[in-house]
């Protein structure tokens, strides 16, 4: 007896590189107040960027990761989402981070080493950046769960990396989430790069998106240098889980055109004319050639927007140049609800050394 | 109030909370239909329906995440790890984030969760049923490792780690689970954390031990009362963070003490006992401190583990040792 | 733009229930000693784990884990392996390991708590039996790693259960020998239940074959209950290995006819019309009843064989029985090649204990 | 034979073993194409090429565990974990397998294995950069655990810990990777691993300590000395097993001692070295042991790291308040 079960993971991409549609466009494609928020979001993020790592080749703040290239995924996951659902990043989610309630302020303070960074209470129940590759997955389930069990309204959306689909949290976290029809969408920003791990390297699987298929749940693939493409599916991923449908994983197909951090060296492992091909698939033009094609947006927004997001991002900096340095004994202060006994000890004595290099 | 066993005081404990607490989930292995491996949640799903009570697919470090992550939420998850030795996957989540999510965050966001296994040898189980390694665990910051040694402790540590606002690794001494009862009332009161119990007063020489070998420590105390020699017995309890307050005051008075473990000697808790008392009590002692523990081997199959954990014997030997020194 | 891509997995069977043939058979199936060796393997595997239970029950072993019930599996497994190949196995594989070159003696030894059961230096490269799930998979991926790296004809056979197919070690491994094209095969004996977990809340996805797809490396599902359709494709997954194809998973649907371990009590989470449903299913009867209607099988042959495996049994049941007791400094004799420094004072205080109890 | 770098001993030692043992492999993230992230293994895919020198996928557990497997088939895979604080996932295998292969199997198999990582913080890296956990892994039974604090002993030990037969975890003090440099011939000549070196002999006090912070032990040292106060500093070197001989010989001249160490307090490898002199060393004790460690918190992010860490002057004052002590 042979039987056959079949599966499927599906593509999408509604403007072509060149900005071009191609095929019916979704409603989103004719609103000019979203498609204005999304352009405004990755233009914004890609001079916080720029700044950022000014910042860090100046020592004013540590290591950094650039999102160039990859903006589209950020703006359009951050544009997707409610306010009242859940972000659990990874760490090189900027753009959807400064889309929902981290300012830029906090991103520098936490790559210039400080917990605060983390702490603006504005950022409501979203997660911290999560360095540790894939170990927020399973927090996202959690997290998720927490949600179904209060029957509220709301989603997690949970972001990680090419290279982070390989580690077993991923799989353990799709995993539950299917087990247990999770309100999670998990979005792969799939920029081909895990440092100089390449995604060949990583999997022999055609698509990302097809691991879902081990944990039973819908996988698709987008490009996600579209974000067009990134807004629309995953706006329906996240409302198809509001509904009670279950978890999706999307994988957005992108390229990293910067450096893994600010200490990484790209040139070591990938060649020039891969780079320069994948120039041409930037989703900032992207959007503003369709943009412009519809006359929705003019040389004179273009030099507004630059002029208005450049301001912010500076006073965004001063105010991060201008923050008190952390107290020493923070280290402590934080560590449990109630400091124990026998961590007095421990904070006297550094209290005391404080002042005694005074 | 009847007597009950320890793990019925777990079992007590749980169902105590999950009525009071809307807030508390429990999720494991096996915890649900099944009741634990052990019995500890026996009755749950019953009582609270699978919403509450959650079999999970097989996966610690999932299990571990996902408490994470419903704590960070504002749940108050209850994990089940089946046995210790399989709670290794789930140190990352503990190590990683769990201690870290109040610390990072400010205070914006906090993890009360609860992480608990059956640990210990001694019931002849198979390999891999048998291991201590607490020490693991109590050397991260920003988590408690909680080790109840009686039905009474159990209660009452258990209540107390659930409603603690941060992490609690909860080590449940297995081979104690029905070694014994006592009368539990189920009053809801919960035990202080952070601080030792002292279940014998004695004033010649202080033993301190946790979990399981607590029973071989009292029973070493009673069998020294015979020959003329008062030991005062504590019960560690909680781990980490240590009462070292209990232990400095009681070896300051008795000037000889003597650690008793399970677990395997190097960098262990029973160290860092000895060390504090090498440092802030080492003018008190009159004789050099000894530590009665399982040796640096892995813990041996079934077959050999009585000779890997300490016994009444050793430790009255060590007391005997400590006792002799001029 | 919208692109699929399609994937899927099949389901092969030979044997019905009834032993009767369904579509065209393999070549093992005329070959009566193949059938023999496989038959004798199942008997013997059912009735040592009958007497394994008793001697539990009688306190002269621990707990221990019988397959009852899914004895093609191992039989097929252990047949279809050459002897130069290394089966990596979990802890219910007894067939398999019995068809290999382990003794009752040892496994014995083993579940009777005793390190010297996976010590027989005629198991060659073999692993010991694995207790914690799904660790020995990224073994498997690293021991065919080794095999291929010094070009020797040889496979591994890694076996595990379909709760193991929740852990993220699998999937890592099986991501693995995708990625590096590894001379691999794993075989799910899924056997329905994890313990007390179905495999209904392991995971949402329809099969566990298809969680290969997540890998992109082929998955397929049999009739684990079919000890030719075991024997016929894990050979041919074996085969395809070792000529380089690569890895393959294989879903091998059986059911845990007995308790999980003589710990357990399964009448606790499952019902007996369940358990009878599936004993109709037996492959011992099954495989017999083909034989049987092949004029391959009489009852005398019956009855000489259950005579033979009883006594190699019981003779190796008393090997088990007089063999020396541990001595207890062996816990520090293998510890280290060379004992270091610091242990020797332990492993004195051992033995000078142990004399003083004598 | 040109002076070179702490981390370039570790690639001239792997360079070494490469070309003389073709049963060895590395494997690892970013070790390839890219070097390593800090180019400890820069220049090994060009010379061994991609079969013998392995980009993994990103997952930890799964590299430990095909390093495991590797091992027990007679590879000796050198297996990179990028940074520490990435280790966690990787120490189910630690203990549940490199760690028992060939006690459990008594012989029949093993597992000759090295886990190298990058531990230590100091560098202003981002968070879970700066770990140092390495009492987690001295805890375990059945492995070695070592640390160089020199390119020389770089060199030596890490020869020594690939060309040992059981599981070696190795750890790397980045933030000396490039502090300093030393003359290093590349004959191929070892270092025995189990035992400490004494790099300054003196007479007053023993101070202990390994990796990065023997730098700031040193410091001190030669501060003290201009102090009048004469110290002997012993490099531990392998964590685990500890030369303690070496250490109570020291101790028994001087008297006193100072632990130091960067990594948090609580049942750490000071407080192994500190129970065991309070046992064994106790009567040559003229004052309390002290240890300088990092604090039971979470290592913070890269503003407060100096704080964290031990420096000079935390040193000199514990040996001062040592040395006063009557
Ligand atoms: C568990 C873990 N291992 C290793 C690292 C070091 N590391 C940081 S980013 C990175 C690559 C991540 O690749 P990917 O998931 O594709 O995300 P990307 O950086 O490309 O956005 C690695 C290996 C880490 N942070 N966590
Ligand atoms: C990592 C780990 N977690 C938990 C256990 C306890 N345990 C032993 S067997 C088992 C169920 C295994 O189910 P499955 O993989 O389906 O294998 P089966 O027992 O059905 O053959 C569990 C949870 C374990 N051995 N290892
Ligand atoms: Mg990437
Ligand atoms: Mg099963």
Redesign the interface.
């Known amino acids: 007896m042979n039987q056959t079960t079949t599966f499927s993971v599906e593509y999408h991409r509604f403007l072509r590189p060149d900005g071009e549609p191609e095929g019916d466009l979704p409603p989103l494609a004719d609103d000019a107040e979203t498609l204005h928020a999304l352009y405004k979001n990755m233009v914004f993020t890609r001079l916080y960027d720029e700044r950022a790592i000014a910042l860090q080749r100046t020592g004013q703040i540590g290591t950094f990761a650039s999102s160039l290239g990859q903006e589209a995924i950020g703006a359009g996951v951050g544009h997707a989402m409610q306010p009242e659902d ?1 972000i659990i990043p990874s760490f090189r989610e900027n753009g959807a981070l400064l889309f929902r309630r981290f300012r830029v302020r906090d991103l520098l303070l936490y790559w210039g080493g400080d ?2 960074g ?4 504005d ?1 409501g ?1 979203d ?2 950046i999560c360095v ?1 590759i894939s ?1 927020h ?11 179904k ?1 209060r029957q509220q309204p709301r989603v997690v959306v949970c972001l990680l990396g090419d290279g982070g689909t390989s580690k ?2 991923f799989y ?2 799709i ?2 989430a299917g ?1 247990w029809n999770l309100p999670l969408v998990f979005v792969i920003n799939n920029n081909q790069w895990a440092i100089s791990v390449p995604r060949s390297l990583q999997t022999k699987s055609e698509t990302l998106a097809q691991k879902a298929i081990a944990a039973g749940i819908p996988g698709i693939q987008i490009d996600g240098n579209d974000p067009i493409a990134v807004r629309h599916h995953v706006a329906e991923a996240i409302e198809k889980a509001r509904g009670g449908g279950g978890p999706t994983v999307i994988e957005a197909i992108s390229y990293r055109l910067c450096h893994h951090t600010t200490a990484d060296d790209a040139t070591r492992y990938r060649s020039d004319e891969e780079l320069e091909a994948h120039r041409k698939l930037d989703p900032v033009p992207r959007l503003k050639r369709f943009m412009e094609a519809r006359q929705l947006w003019s040389d004179e927004q273009e030099s507004v927007l630059i002029r208005d997001c450049k301001a912010e991002i500076e006073q965004e900096v001063q105010h991060y140049l201008d923050s008190a340095p952390p107290k020493p004994e ?2 402590f202060d ?4 109630e400091l ?4 007095h000890q421990q904070r006297q004595s550094l209290l005391v050394r404080e002042s005694s290099n005074d | 109030m009847t007597d009950i066993t320890l793990v019925e005081a777990v079992n007590l404990a749980l169902m105590h909370e999950m009525e009071h607490d809307p807030e508390m ?1 429990v999720l494991g ?2 915890i ?4 634990g ?1 052990f019995r500890a949640t026996v009755g749950l799903l019953e009582k609270f329906g699978n ?2 009570v959650l ?5 610690e ?2 299990i ?12 108050h ?1 209850v994990a089940e790890i089946q046995f210790m ?2 709670i ?2 789930a ?3 503990m ?3 769990a ?12 993890c009360p969760m609860v992480l608990r296994a059956p640990y210990g040898g001694g019931i ?6 048998s291991e201590s ?1 607490e ?2 665990f ?2 991260i ?2 988590i408690r490792v909680v080790i109840p040694s009686s039905p009474t402790r159990a209660y009452g540590l258990l209540l107390a780690a659930i409603r ?3 992490p609690v690794v909860f080590l449940e001494p297995k081979r104690v689970y029905r070694l014994m009862k006592q009368a539990v009332e189920d009053n809801g009161e919960a035990l202080p954390l ?1 601080t030792c119990f002292v279940l014998r007063p004695g004033s010649d020489i202080t033993l301190v031990s946790w979990g399981a070998m607590l029973h071989e420590t009292q029973q070493a105390a009673e069998q020294l009362a015979g020959e003329g020699i008062d030991a005062e017995v504590i019960d560690l309890a909680t781990i ?6 209990t232990i400095l005051e009681s070896v300051g008075r008795t000037g000889r003490c003597v650690i008793v473990q399970e677990a ?9 006992i ?2 504090r ?4 009590g ?2 008190s ?1 009159f ?5 009665v523990t399982g ?4 813990m ?6 009585g ?2 954990m300490p016994g009444t ?2 430790i009255v030997q060590a007391v005997r040792q400590t006792m002799e020194f001029a």
């Open positions: 859940i917990e605060r983390m702490a603006n209470p950022l129940d997660f911290p540790p170990t997955t399973t927090q996202a389930a959690g997290v998720a769960f927490a949600i069990y077993g949290d353990e976290a995993n539950l087990a923070s280290m934080w560590l449990y609800a124990p006994q026998e961590l | 989930v292995q096996d649900g239909v099944n009741g491996v919403e509450r079999d999970t697919p097989l996966a470090n999932m571990a995440g996902t408490a994470v992550g419903m704590a960070v939420q504002g749940l998850p030795g399989f290794y996957p140190i990352d989540q190590v990683s984030h201690s870290r999510m109040r610390n990072r965050t400010r205070g914006r966001l906090s002849h189980a198979p390999e891999h049923h390694t020490a693991m109590a050397h910051p920003g603690d606002p941060d952070d980490k963070p240590i009462d070292m307050q395997a000697r190097t960098c262990s808790v029973s160290a860092e000895a060390a008392l090498a440092e802030e080492l003018m002692l004789a050099p401190i000894r530590r040796f640096d081997t892995v041996p199959m079934f077959r050999l583990e000779h890997y014997e050793r």
